[in-house]
């Protein structure tokens, strides 16, 4: 399927529907209170939207700690599923981070979520350790995942086209 979609920053007209996919497609979504905080937060935070034909189709936030990158949240519209909507929104924010000499990245996910583990494989992160009970709402364990940025993946590119 070809790439239609544009990656931008995120505005506050984004909010209700990244806010659309966060309830769709998290048990424990973030509040809309939340966002706003996260997305005001410009100092520290990237938050990046895919649009196509001018509906948010999915959505990065990212957090910088010194010459750390957190992918804080990740979430693409069920319909769009597939596509390489994520995919494109890592490689986006990844380039951006080694720009600004940002060395390793960092994440949460669930351990019941192989399918985002599978993405953040390609993307050369690997598992570290367990946060045990951390989604307070399902009481599921978390995979602690780092990538070294730049660095090639176990078995692949460290970013996928
Ligand atoms: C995890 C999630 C963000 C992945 O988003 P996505 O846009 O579907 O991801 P991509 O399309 O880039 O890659 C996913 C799969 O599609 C495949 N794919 C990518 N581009 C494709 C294309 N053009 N045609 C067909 N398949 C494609 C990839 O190979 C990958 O396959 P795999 O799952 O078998 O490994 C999405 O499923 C989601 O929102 N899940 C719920 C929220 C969540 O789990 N977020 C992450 C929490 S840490």
Not at 47 to 76: K, P, Q, R, S
Not at 83 to 110: K, S
Request: aromatic share 8%; proline share 5%.
């Amino acid at each position: 399927m070809a790439v239609t979609w544009t990656i931008r920053r995120a505005e506050r007209r984004d909010l209700p529907e990244i806010l659309r996919i966060e309830e769709t497609q998290f048990p424990e979504p973030w509040t809309r209170g939340m966002l706003i905080d996260e997305m005001s937060n410009v100092a520290t935070r990237r938050y990046t939207v895919a649009v196509e034909e001018g509906v948010v189709i999915g959505y990065l936030g990212v957090m910088f700690v010194i010459d750390e990158l957190h992918v804080n949240t990740l979430g693409t519209a069920s319909a769009h599923e597939g596509r390489g909507v994520a995919t494109a929104l890592l490689t986006e924010a990844f380039a951006d981070a080694e720009a600004r000499q940002i060395v390793r990245a960092t994440l949460e996910v669930a351990v019941s979520n192989t399918r985002a583990q599978r993405l953040y494989y390609r993307f050369g992160f690997a598992p570290v350790g367990v946060r045990p009970r951390y989604y307070e709402r399902t009481g599921e364990d978390a995979l602690v995942m780092w990538a070294d940025l730049g660095a090639p993946a176990a078995g692949g590119p460290t970013l996928a086209p």
